[in-house]
């Protein structure tokens, strides 16, 4: 009789040893998935404000913990908490329309000689990317940035960049709001198709010819900066894997595919995916391996653009390496090992008990 209780410690042992493993130290529970981006027949007007009937509402797409994570090897855990984002795609014969809703609890606008919070999406009209491939890619970037008096509203810095060159925008190709006690900005912009078509025959020979029934597939990420120092605090963007990758995100694990429609197409509404995810800390102090994303002079800005078109984002690795093979800050695989190692401990414990019992 005086068995039991310990029979019953050994399945609160194992318990409790599940509990303590570590859930990869990033969030996400899927990608984002297929997204649509219709043809407009009225393009938006780019004011900054999300009017009623100005995008489609069924093409809205929330990024956040739920389908994004962390990029673990450059020393973050998790996607910030209380940060999302609403997401806008359309299109005309001319232009690719994009409009980004982004709450952040910490709104900080780039300066002069100054980083500030900004969004890289990268596309593919190939597929033509391999393993770490940015060089076959092109991608936009826009970011808050202050006109020098305080007001982040009046202008951002907005371009469209390949490898190779890149084609900044002036005002009349975006417009920006600001709703600091929502800690809330948008970003409403368009980007010429000839540039993109442009930058990407650059990268690969290959022509973007937008038309009903294109896709694409897309990454996006985020760069948050605190407003107190300026300083990067984070960074993490959408991916096709979770879990099994924890370290990176890389181009060829977009993680979004967009489909080009007509403009009396029926697009299905999205699930709802907006509650937070939460997860452990990692064993090491994301300070040991910490390290900014490259810049690059931005042609005719005369200062510093946010992730250059040199910047390469690491490439996704199941094994936890690095694109130089080095091990990334967070021990998964020991991790597993040690965790492993405790439930069959428990396991053999409780057999052991049982067979013991029976034997009386």
């Keep these: 009789m005086k068995r039991k209780p310990i029979t019953v410690l050994m399945l609160i042992l194992l318990v409790l040893s599940l509990a303590a493993i570590p859930a990869g130290a990033v969030d996400m529970v899927e990608p984002v998935g297929t997204v ?7 393009p938006p007007t780019l004011d900054g404000v999300i009017s009623e009937g100005e995008w489609n509402a069924n093409a809205a797409f929330v990024i956040n913990d739920w389908n994004m994570k962390a990029v673990v090897a450059s020393g973050f855990i998790e996607v910030t908490e209380g940060w999302s984002s609403t997401f806008h795609l359309a299109w005309d014969s001319e232009y690719l329309y994009i409009a980004a809703e982004t709450v952040d609890p910490d709104l ?10 900004y969004y890289r999406m990268y596309f593919d009209f190939g597929p033509t990317v391999g393993a770490g491939a940015m060089e076959s890619t092109v991608s936009i970037v826009f970011c808050l940035n202050d006109d020098g008096n ?3 509203t009046k202008v951002s810095l907005c371009f469209a960049d390949g490898t ?9 190709h975006y417009g920006i709001s600001v709703d600091n006690e929502k800690n809330l900005w948008i970003f ?3 980007f010429n198709w000839s540039d993109i078509s442009a930058l990407f025959r650059a990268n690969t020979e290959t022509e973007v010819n937008p038309t009903e029934g294109m896709t694409a597939t897309a990454l996006a990420y985020y760069a948050d900066f605190s407003a107190a120092n300026y300083n990067w605090i984070n960074w993490f963007g959408t991916t096709l894997t979770g879990y099994e990758a924890p370290a990176w995100f890389g181009p060829e694990e977009y993680g979004i595919e967009i489909k080009f429609v007509g403009a009396d197409a029926e697009i299905p509404a999205r699930p709802e995916t907006t509650f937070p995810v939460t997860t452990e800390p990692p ?3 994301p300070e040991e391996s910490k390290t900014e994303p490259a810049g690059s002079t931005a042609p005719g800005s005369g200062t510093s653009a946010p ?3 040199d910047t390469k984002t690491p490439a996704a690795t199941t094994d936890g390496k690095g694109q130089d093979g080095e091990k990334s800050s967070f021990p998964i695989v020991p991790v597993i090992i040690v965790a492993v190692i405790i439930v069959i401990a428990a396991i053999a414990a409780v057999i052991v008990t049982g067979k013991k019992k029976k034997n009386k």
């Design 36 to 42: 649509y981006a219709p043809k407009v027949t009225t």
């Design 188 to 190: 409403e912009g368009k």
């Design 164 to 172: 190779k060159s890149n084609v900044m925008y002036e005002p009349d």
């Design 283 to 285: 064993a090491t102090s």
């Design 150 to 152: 305080g007001d982040p």
């Design 307 to 309: 992730a250059g078109s």
């Design 108 to 117: 900080c606008a780039r300066i002069d000689g100054k980083e500030g919070d």
